[in-house]
């Protein structure tokens, strides 16, 4: 039984890590992943100056999920830089990802000519889909300037390159976002990041449970694994076989996991879950993946990627 993937080049002993924003602001908390049985870890996503982020309370744990408006705290870009660069040959086995949101298209440009400049060797997370800025439309819903952006960075660009974006709930959409990826030699697209300005309520309390923007804020967890299985499909089914999905959303059981793989997932992220549960979760959900799998008589995820039946 092996729980082994690959991304392009980059191979991985477990398809299990970390969804960018949790268990990542430090270095303590990327080496926790690292040292658990994640296949890999990725960054808090940087901007180019460390940022406190929005005021607390901006992360509430929910019973079906979660919702959060944390507004891109961080440590800032030299400081994720100079933790890849120190890590990459120490775990060679588990690849890293660096996430960058840069808060305008010079921010990410800037951000990536460094990565391109630096001797880092792993993969890069071009988050093009934050819901909490204030002010701050998300990248990924403006279908023009996503293609801006990546024209951009492919003009200078040539390590491997991935999008996180935001979901989609509309066929056409879909279609859109996929015609405009599919013109990049992206490595990989990841979806979803959370379900953007939901809002949770404190019947008890009448009153809104997390303070930024009166309360709005993006929702993870069970809420949204059925819109993060839409997504991974629809773009499993609408990209070029060399673009892979890392796929992220409501990932709590094996399940789930399983879900995501038939679905077309190469790579799974967690978070409301890693957050709930801390870095036991991957050993946890390793286990009922592997069971499931034994169930159904499969022993490589290859198998069943990508492989989901329609009726
Ligand atoms: C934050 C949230 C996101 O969903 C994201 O992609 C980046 C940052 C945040 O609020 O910090």
Request: aromatic share 10%; hydrophobic share 35%.
């Amino acid at each position: 039984m092996s729980l082994k993937t690959t991304i392009n080049q980059f191979t991985f002993e477990n398809c299990l890590m970390n969804a960018s924003g949790v268990h990542c602001l430090t270095s303590t908390d990327m080496l926790d992943v690292l040292n658990s049985d994640a296949g890999a870890v990725i960054t808090k996503s940087a901007t180019p100056q460390e940022r406190a982020g929005n005021p607390s309370p901006r992360y509430f744990d929910v019973p079906l999920g979660s919702i959060n408006s944390m507004g891109l705290p961080n440590n800032g870009f030299d400081y994720y830089l100079e933790f890849v660069l120190g890590q990459q040959d120490k775990t060679p086995e588990k690849p890293l990802f660096f996430s960058v949101a840069g808060m305008s298209f010079n921010e990410n440009i800037d951000m990536l000519t460094k990565i391109q400049e630096s001797t880092y060797t792993g993969l890069t997370e071009l988050n093009l889909s934050c819901p909490n800025l204030p002010g701050k439309p998300q990248v990924g819903y403006d279908f023009e300037q996503t293609e801006l952006i990546l024209t951009e960075v492919f003009s200078f660009f040539t390590k491997p390159l991935g999008v996180k974006l935001p979901p989609y709930f509309d066929i056409v959409h879909f279609e859109q976002m996929a015609d405009i990826l599919n013109k990049f030699p992206l490595t990989y697209v990841n979806s979803i990041n959370s379900i953007g300005n939901g809002l949770y309520i404190d019947i008890d309390a009448e009153s809104v449970v997390i303070k930024p923007k009166n309360g709005f804020g993006g929702l993870g967890g069970d809420y949204v694994k059925p819109t993060a299985l839409a997504n991974v499909r629809a773009f499993r089914t609408l990209l070029k076989p060399e673009i892979a999905i890392v796929g992220t959303g409501g990932i709590k059981s094996g399940q789930d996991a399983f879900e995501h793989i038939l679905c077309g997932a190469s790579m799974l992220q967690i978070g409301t879950q890693l957050q709930k549960e801390g870095t036991a979760a991957f050993e946890r959900i390793s286990r009922e993946l592997a069971e499931v799998m034994a169930e159904k008589g499969y022993q490589t995820l290859d198998e069943f990627r990508g492989k989901l039946k329609t009726i």
